[in-house]
């Protein structure tokens, strides 16, 4: 712990003289604990986990801010996982804007979506699954993005050369699929096929709608998992085969009042049959109760997957209810709790999230996943004994 807490802090020390520069200079370094509550499934594998990142941002804006460049490099440093010790460029940007395009350049993360639940529309990124298991955490991709900006709406125009493969925990990292060896990666196409992909969507706001339509052609950024058998028929390993594929996406939002509706819906081929998958629910929102500044969320979505149990997904035919607290107070205290249900099987997911700033620049984040009824046919049955609680501690400048 001694050398994690000397190595971050030497590189905030660092990138603070880079203010000398003309350079504006933001981001966050964290202390992260992660534990898993029951007994591990392989003997490799830790109960606890102390890890350290930093992840600082640095700008610079000319031409009276129609041009920027942004550089976010992200480090971690893990304990007892070596996979999980990494280095990613987030983005490394350079921006031209115009009044009616923008063009973009570099190492980017991009987002796409509406829904809470999961995030099918949203392609562009690989995941970097290693930081956390939401799926949320992004590789940086390599791109250049033209933006027409229109009447009629904008055009995001996408050119990705780089495929990046899925970061996966190590053997004595949890969360991961069994005997996986992820340096054995299999690919259906090679060469420039491999690593060139290509993207577009549609978006725009009308009047409480907002909506975006897209469409990407490239290698797949979620693998399949493969099983590969010895001579004698018994499981030798597993290994992630990225196939190329076409996907269509639609996502729309819809606000009225206190109403949100949201919907995510994706058409993909390639990866095995042609098939649908969706998502799809609403939220609404009970402000300021008895005029105390405290705000309430119902949430609800339906997840579905035409693939059902053939598919590797663990949402099928499932149902997310949750409640989204939000304290509006000088802390930002916020607090998010789900559970999501397979209506077919016994299998449900429980997830608490919380935050919290801690003085100016502090902030306290609390996560909790649980799973629980998943039997041996079921996608989520490696995560049987992988229940989990992580709290950091980020200081942010």
Request: charged fraction near 20%; glycine fraction near 8%; charge should be negative.
């Amino acid at each position: 712990m001694t050398q994690i807490a000397r190595i971050c802090i030497g590189t905030l020390l660092l990138l603070n003289s880079y203010a000398l520069y003309a350079l504006e200079l933001s981001g966050y370094l964290g202390i992260e604990s992660l534990g898993f509550l029951q007994n591990p499934l392989f003997p490799q594998q830790h109960s606890h986990y102390l890890s350290a990142a930093i992840q600082p941002q640095l700008v610079h804006e000319w031409e009276n801010g129609k041009q920027s460049l942004t550089f976010v490099p992200f480090f971690r440093l893990s304990q007892h996982d070596n996979r999980r010790t990494h280095f990613d460029i987030r983005e490394l940007t350079w921006l031209k804007a115009a009044d009616t395009w923008e063009l973009r350049t570099g190492i980017r993360k991009v987002f796409w979506g509406m829904a809470e639940s999961q995030h099918l529309v949203d392609i562009i990124n690989q995941t970097d699954l290693v930081e956390n298991f939401d799926m949320e955490d992004k590789l940086g991709q390599p791109m250049i993005n033209l933006a027409l900006i229109r009447d009629w709406g904008t055009l995001d125009l996408f050119l990705l050369p780089g495929f990046r493969e899925r970061t996966f925990a190590g053997s004595e990292g949890h969360l991961n699929f069994p005997m996986l060896n992820q340096g054995a990666a299999r690919f259906e196409k090679q060469g420039i096929e491999k690593h060139l992909a290509y993207a577009f969507r549609w978006s725009k706001a009308i009047a409480e709608w907002d909506m975006g339509l897209s469409y990407f052609y490239g290698t797949n950024r979620t693998p399949t998992i493969v099983p590969e058998f010895d001579p004698l028929g018994n499981l030798k390993q597993t290994v992630p085969f990225y196939e190329n594929i076409h996907q269509t996406g639609l996502d729309v939002q819809y606000t009225k009042g206190n109403w949100q509706w949201k919907l995510e819906t994706i058409v993909r081929a390639g990866q095995g049959k042609t098939f649908v998958a969706g998502t799809g629910g609403l939220e609404y929102s009970f402000y300021n109760i008895f005029e105390s500044g405290f705000d309430i969320g119902l949430l609800t979505e339906y997840l579905y997957d035409s693939r059902g149990r053939n598919g590797q997904t663990f949402f099928q035919d499932d149902i997310m209810t949750g409640l989204r607290f939000g304290f509006n107070d000088e802390q930002s205290t916020e607090i998010l709790a789900s559970i999501t249900f397979d209506r077919t099987s016994n299998t449900k997911f429980y997830n608490v999230e919380a935050s919290r700033r801690l003085g100016e620049s502090l902030k306290l984040t609390l996560e909790a996943r649980f799973s629980s009824g998943a039997d041996k046919n079921d996608f989520a049955f490696f995560l049987r004994q992988d229940d989990h609680i992580r709290a950091e501690l980020s200081y942010h400048f």
